[in-house]
Protein backbone atom coordinates (compact mmCIF):
# COMPACT_ATOMS: atom_id res chain seq x y z
CA UNK A 1 0.00 0.00 0.00
CA UNK A 2 1.15 3.52 0.18
CA UNK A 3 3.40 5.07 2.51
CA UNK A 4 3.86 8.14 4.25
CA UNK A 5 3.98 10.75 1.36
CA UNK A 6 5.05 14.95 2.35
CA UNK A 7 5.20 17.41 -0.14
CA UNK A 8 7.27 19.93 -0.77
CA UNK A 9 9.86 18.01 -1.74
CA UNK A 10 12.15 20.85 -1.51
CA UNK A 11 11.54 24.20 -0.56
CA UNK A 12 13.69 27.37 -0.71
CA UNK A 13 12.54 30.52 0.80
CA UNK A 14 13.50 33.87 2.27
CA UNK A 15 14.12 35.04 5.81
CA UNK A 16 10.85 36.06 7.80
CA UNK A 17 8.59 34.35 5.47
CA UNK A 18 6.20 31.37 6.37
CA UNK A 19 6.38 27.92 5.28
CA UNK A 20 3.78 25.53 5.06
CA UNK A 21 5.07 21.47 5.35
CA UNK A 22 2.27 18.80 4.64
CA UNK A 23 2.13 15.44 5.39
CA UNK A 24 -0.45 12.26 4.73
CA UNK A 25 0.25 9.23 6.85
CA UNK A 26 -0.40 5.63 5.84
CA UNK A 27 -4.08 5.17 5.67
CA UNK A 28 -5.22 3.94 9.23
CA UNK A 29 -2.15 5.08 11.30
CA UNK A 30 -3.67 7.15 13.97
CA UNK A 31 -0.32 8.56 15.52
CA UNK A 32 1.41 10.94 13.34
CA UNK A 33 5.23 12.38 14.63
CA UNK A 34 7.20 15.49 12.81
CA UNK A 35 10.97 15.41 13.20
CA UNK A 36 13.87 17.44 12.41
CA UNK A 37 17.33 16.60 10.79
CA UNK A 38 19.62 19.39 10.78
CA UNK A 39 23.01 18.79 8.62
CA UNK A 40 24.95 16.36 10.13
CA UNK A 41 22.70 15.51 12.81
CA UNK A 42 20.13 13.06 14.34
CA UNK A 43 16.56 13.50 14.52
CA UNK A 44 15.02 15.85 16.99
CA UNK A 45 11.04 15.02 17.75
CA UNK A 46 9.27 18.28 16.95
CA UNK A 47 5.27 17.30 17.83
CA UNK A 48 3.28 13.95 17.93
CA UNK A 49 -0.27 13.70 17.27
CA UNK A 50 -2.65 10.92 18.40
CA UNK A 51 -6.02 10.40 16.54
CA UNK A 52 -7.90 13.39 17.48
CA UNK A 53 -6.20 14.23 20.72
CA UNK A 54 -4.40 17.45 21.39
CA UNK A 55 -0.79 17.44 20.32
CA UNK A 56 2.38 17.03 22.69
CA UNK A 57 4.11 20.15 21.61
CA UNK A 58 6.97 19.51 23.56
CA UNK A 59 9.20 18.95 20.97
CA UNK A 60 9.08 22.48 19.24
CA UNK A 61 11.64 24.54 19.07
CA UNK A 62 9.83 27.96 19.66
CA UNK A 63 6.49 29.42 19.51
CA UNK A 64 7.43 30.22 15.87
CA UNK A 65 6.44 26.52 14.74
CA UNK A 66 3.22 25.10 14.76
CA UNK A 67 1.17 22.04 13.44
CA UNK A 68 -2.11 20.90 13.08
CA UNK A 69 -3.59 17.50 11.86
CA UNK A 70 -7.28 17.76 10.49
CA UNK A 71 -9.76 14.96 10.42
CA UNK A 72 -6.96 12.65 12.33
CA UNK A 73 -5.23 12.26 8.78
CA UNK A 74 -3.10 14.80 7.17
CA UNK A 75 -0.84 17.00 8.91
CA UNK A 76 0.97 20.63 8.38
CA UNK A 77 3.82 22.05 9.85
CA UNK A 78 3.90 25.77 9.56
CA UNK A 79 6.58 27.71 10.49
CA UNK A 80 6.14 31.04 10.79
CA UNK A 81 9.13 34.07 10.10
CA UNK A 82 11.24 31.69 9.30
CA UNK A 83 15.24 31.69 9.82
CA UNK A 84 18.41 30.42 8.56
CA UNK A 85 18.32 27.90 11.60
CA UNK A 86 15.54 26.85 10.53
CA UNK A 87 17.28 25.15 7.64
CA UNK A 88 16.79 21.56 7.92
CA UNK A 89 14.74 18.58 6.46
CA UNK A 90 11.33 18.10 8.19
CA UNK A 91 10.62 14.13 8.33
CA UNK A 92 6.73 13.03 9.18
CA UNK A 93 6.35 9.70 10.28
CA UNK A 94 3.25 7.46 11.23
CA UNK A 95 2.55 4.32 13.23
CA UNK A 96 -0.79 2.49 14.02
CA UNK A 97 -1.64 2.81 17.43
CA UNK A 98 -0.52 -0.74 18.55
CA UNK A 99 2.95 -0.58 16.77
CA UNK A 100 5.76 1.73 18.01
CA UNK A 101 7.62 0.88 14.21
CA UNK A 102 7.24 4.12 12.83
CA UNK A 103 7.06 4.61 8.95
CA UNK A 104 8.80 7.81 7.65
CA UNK A 105 8.03 9.54 4.33
CA UNK A 106 10.76 11.14 2.43
CA UNK A 107 11.02 14.36 4.15
CA UNK A 108 10.78 18.28 2.98
CA UNK A 109 14.25 19.54 2.63
CA UNK A 110 13.73 23.30 3.56
CA UNK A 111 16.01 25.93 2.21
CA UNK A 112 16.10 29.72 4.55
CA UNK A 113 18.38 32.46 2.35
CA UNK B 1 20.77 15.65 25.08
CA UNK B 2 20.94 12.98 22.82
CA UNK B 3 19.53 9.50 24.51
CA UNK B 4 21.64 7.52 21.99
CA UNK B 5 24.80 7.59 20.99
CA UNK B 6 26.02 5.18 17.80
CA UNK B 7 29.80 4.19 17.96
CA UNK B 8 31.76 4.55 15.45
CA UNK B 9 30.58 7.56 13.50
CA UNK B 10 31.50 6.51 10.68
CA UNK B 11 32.72 3.06 9.34
CA UNK B 12 34.33 1.78 6.11
CA UNK B 13 34.93 -2.12 5.36
CA UNK B 14 35.07 -4.47 2.28
CA UNK B 15 32.13 -6.04 0.32
CA UNK B 16 31.18 -9.26 1.87
CA UNK B 17 32.89 -8.41 5.64
CA UNK B 18 30.50 -8.11 8.94
CA UNK B 19 29.95 -4.61 10.41
CA UNK B 20 29.27 -4.03 13.52
CA UNK B 21 28.31 -0.10 14.70
CA UNK B 22 26.60 -0.04 18.41
CA UNK B 23 24.46 2.11 20.37
CA UNK B 24 24.36 3.49 24.08
CA UNK B 25 21.75 4.89 25.79
CA UNK B 26 20.90 6.82 29.29
CA UNK B 27 17.48 6.03 30.66
CA UNK B 28 14.99 3.47 30.58
CA UNK B 29 13.58 1.85 27.59
CA UNK B 30 10.12 0.70 26.10
CA UNK B 31 12.06 -0.53 23.10
CA UNK B 32 14.72 -0.13 20.74
CA UNK B 33 14.78 0.60 17.05
CA UNK B 34 17.72 0.51 14.05
CA UNK B 35 16.89 2.76 10.89
CA UNK B 36 18.84 2.95 8.04
CA UNK B 37 18.85 6.30 6.10
CA UNK B 38 20.03 6.63 2.56
CA UNK B 39 21.05 10.12 1.05
CA UNK B 40 19.71 12.16 3.93
CA UNK B 41 16.18 11.77 3.40
CA UNK B 42 13.20 8.75 4.27
CA UNK B 43 14.41 6.54 7.03
CA UNK B 44 13.31 2.75 6.54
CA UNK B 45 13.03 0.71 9.82
CA UNK B 46 14.91 -2.22 9.92
CA UNK B 47 14.65 -4.05 13.68
CA UNK B 48 12.70 -3.29 16.53
CA UNK B 49 13.88 -5.09 19.69
CA UNK B 50 11.69 -5.08 23.24
CA UNK B 51 13.14 -4.41 26.66
CA UNK B 52 12.85 -7.87 27.83
CA UNK B 53 14.14 -9.24 24.16
CA UNK B 54 18.16 -9.51 24.45
CA UNK B 55 18.85 -10.65 20.68
CA UNK B 56 16.57 -10.78 17.31
CA UNK B 57 17.58 -11.51 13.86
CA UNK B 58 15.98 -10.50 10.41
CA UNK B 59 17.62 -11.72 7.49
CA UNK B 60 21.53 -10.46 7.57
CA UNK B 61 20.76 -8.24 10.93
CA UNK B 62 21.49 -9.33 14.38
CA UNK B 63 20.28 -7.27 16.60
CA UNK B 64 21.20 -7.35 20.49
CA UNK B 65 20.47 -5.47 23.54
CA UNK B 66 21.70 -5.33 27.19
CA UNK B 67 20.10 -3.64 29.33
CA UNK B 68 22.30 -3.74 32.27
CA UNK B 69 24.59 -2.07 30.15
CA UNK B 70 22.13 0.52 28.47
CA UNK B 71 23.90 -0.42 24.64
CA UNK B 72 22.43 -2.03 21.66
CA UNK B 73 25.05 -3.39 18.77
CA UNK B 74 23.68 -4.35 15.02
CA UNK B 75 25.47 -6.63 13.13
CA UNK B 76 24.94 -6.58 9.44
CA UNK B 77 26.82 -10.15 7.70
CA UNK B 78 27.72 -10.73 4.57
CA UNK B 79 27.80 -6.92 3.48
CA UNK B 80 26.64 -5.39 0.10
CA UNK B 81 27.47 -2.21 -1.42
CA UNK B 82 23.84 -1.65 -1.01
CA UNK B 83 23.95 -1.54 2.13
CA UNK B 84 26.20 1.89 2.15
CA UNK B 85 23.99 3.91 4.49
CA UNK B 86 23.68 6.21 7.67
CA UNK B 87 22.26 3.81 10.25
CA UNK B 88 20.31 5.34 13.81
CA UNK B 89 19.44 3.74 16.66
CA UNK B 90 16.35 5.13 18.50
CA UNK B 91 14.52 4.36 21.67
CA UNK B 92 11.07 4.19 22.50
CA UNK B 93 10.89 5.36 26.42
CA UNK B 94 9.47 3.20 29.41
CA UNK B 95 6.18 4.27 30.13
CA UNK B 96 5.32 5.10 27.04
CA UNK B 97 2.93 2.95 24.95
CA UNK B 98 1.51 1.76 21.27
CA UNK B 99 4.08 4.82 20.06
CA UNK B 100 2.76 7.62 22.31
CA UNK B 101 5.92 9.30 22.50
CA UNK B 102 8.63 10.57 19.63
CA UNK B 103 11.40 8.60 19.40
CA UNK B 104 14.86 9.40 20.50
CA UNK B 105 18.06 9.37 17.60
CA UNK B 106 21.31 9.53 17.42
CA UNK B 107 23.79 10.80 15.36
CA UNK B 108 24.26 8.08 13.45
CA UNK B 109 27.02 5.70 12.08
CA UNK B 110 28.05 6.36 8.57
CA UNK B 111 28.37 2.86 6.93
CA UNK B 112 30.50 2.76 3.31
CA UNK B 113 30.80 -0.39 1.61
CA UNK B 114 34.03 -0.28 -0.93
CA UNK B 115 33.15 -3.19 -3.46
Known amino acids: GAGVSQSPSNKVTEKGKDVELRCDPISGHTALYWYRQSLGQGLEFLIYFQGNSAPDKSGLPSDRFSAERTGGSVSTLTIQRTQQEDSAVYLCASSSYTQETQYFGPGTRLLVL | SQQGEEDPQALSIQEGENATMNCSYK?????LQWYRQNSGRGLVHLILIRSNEREKHSGRLRVTLDTSKKSSSLLITASRAADTASYFC???????????????FGKGTHLIIQP
Open chain 2, 27 to 31: TSINN
Open chain 2, 90 to 104: ATGLRGSGGGADGLT
